[in-house]
Nanobody
Framework: QVQLVESGGGLVQAGGSLRLSCAAS????????MGWYRQGPGKERELVAR???????NTADSVKGRFTISRDNAKNTWYLQMNSLKPEDTAVYYC???????????WGQGTQVTVSS
């Protein structure tokens, strides 16, 4: 069974940085894609950034140039580096992965990021 455990959220002032981590229980080579989504207060969940097994990344326009997704295959972990944070980045951030075998999606439990103005 796949488990994803997030860490790194917290409270930060506008302009600050945070790095989120998502650790998978087992090899991330099982996944077609890995990514980060977020859900702000009163908003729908939205894609933040995603990386495929081939290394192709895509990033939401709202965070482009500020957020970077990366992965460490040896640690079975992927990251979201968030710089120049804005109050509108406040949300619960979820990591997710898509199985190569089944296309099933797996989700982490979510981690709160709060950016104060």
């Amino acid at each position: 069974q796949v488990q994803l455990v997030e860490s790194g959220g917290g409270l930060v002032q506008a302009g600050g940085s945070l790095r989120l981590s998502c650790a998978a229980s087992g090899s991330i080579f099982r996944f077609n894609a890995m990514g980060w989504y977020r859900q702000g207060p009163g908003k729908e969940r939205e894609l933040v950034a995603r990386v495929t097994s081939g290394g192709t990344t895509n990033t939401a326009d709202s965070v482009k140039g500020r957020f970077t997704i990366s992965r460490d295959n040896a640690k079975n972990t992927w990251y979201l580096q968030m710089n120049s944070l804005k109050p509108e980045d406040t949300a619960v951030y979820y990591c997710m992965a898509v199985s190569k075998l089944s296309d099933r999606e797996y989700w982490g439990q979510g981690t709160q990021v709060t950016v104060s103005s």
